[in-house]
């Protein structure tokens, strides 16, 4: 896969060179292209932003900076187009379905807004996704974007170790995931559950199960709404 991202502050970006995403970028199985946004700016100041029509506070981004970048970014590979991804607390949430569906592009471009947003019409124009990653207001999409990077770069085949572990994840069944333990088998007086100790993978199971059934119902039971349940999962939800 491809990224391009393009900011006022590609170095609020440097820690997609580290961890997980660094590796994938070592290994070739993702491509990150950060751009600065005020190298599409013509004039002497580089000014990205201008007052809202309509008034009220703050700035927001002028279109053709963003339309130039997004053209030049575009041409750079011929025949193919990119799906381009704008971070906003007005867009759709973001979830793990949203990020295997991007894990599946070749090429997305994340255009990171910074002040009230982007003028409109230039999202209109480019945009394909405008992304929410949280009812909370960031003071850019920048964030935005390396959480998003992130969750998909982890998606992209032979990024983990085990590609199992990408599908026990929480969400991916629409639960959350059931606690973990490692050594020492007792900690200041606290034991690990015997069944994890037990060898019985069947018994291991049933507990994982009962105990993401009973997370996602003290913790998130929106989620259960719409999750796919046995008649053995409502006996644990109703116990
Ligand atoms: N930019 C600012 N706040 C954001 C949010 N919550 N999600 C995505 N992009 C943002």
Redesign the pocket.
């Known amino acids: 896969m491809r990224a391009d991202v393009v900011t006022i502050f590609p170095a609020y970006l440097e820690p997609l060179g580290l961890s997980l995403v660094g590796k994938a970028r070592e290994r070739g199985t993702l491509e990150v292209r950060t751009h600065d946004l005020r190298a599409w700016t013509s004039d002497v100041h580089r000014t990205v932003d201008d007052a809202p029509y309509g008034g009220g506070p703050g700035m927001v981004m002028r279109p053709e900076p963003w339309d130039a970048a997004l053209t030049e970014i575009a041409a750079s590979r011929p025949g193919s187009r990119p799906r381009v991804v704008v971070?906003?607390?007005a867009?759709v949430p973001?979830s793990q379905r949203r990020a295997q569906e991007l894990a599946r592009e070749p090429w997305l471009v994340f255009c990171c807004?910074r002040y009230e947003g982007i003028d409109a019409r230039v999202v209109d124009a480019w945009a394909d996704d405008e992304?929410?990653?949280?009812?909370?207001?960031?003071?850019?999409?920048e964030?935005?974007t390396l959480v998003i990077l992130e969750a998909v770069a982890r998606l992209l085949p032979g990024v983990l170790g085990n590609s199992a572990s990408a599908e026990d994840d929480s969400f991916s069944d629409g639960l959350l995931e059931a606690p973990v333990y490692t050594r020492p088998p007792v900690w200041r007086g606290a034991e690990v559950p015997a069944v994890l100790r037990s060898g019985d993978h069947g018994a291991v199971d049933r507990w994982r199960r009962a105990e993401s059934l009973r997370r996602t119902l003290h913790r998130r039971p929106d989620l259960l709404a719409a999750a796919d349940l046995s008649a053995a999962d409502r006996a644990v939800l109703d116990a």
Not at 131 to 141: Q, R
């Open positions: 971070p906003t607390p867009g973001f807004g992304i929410s990653i949280g009812d909370y207001v960031l003071a850019g999409g964030v935005a």
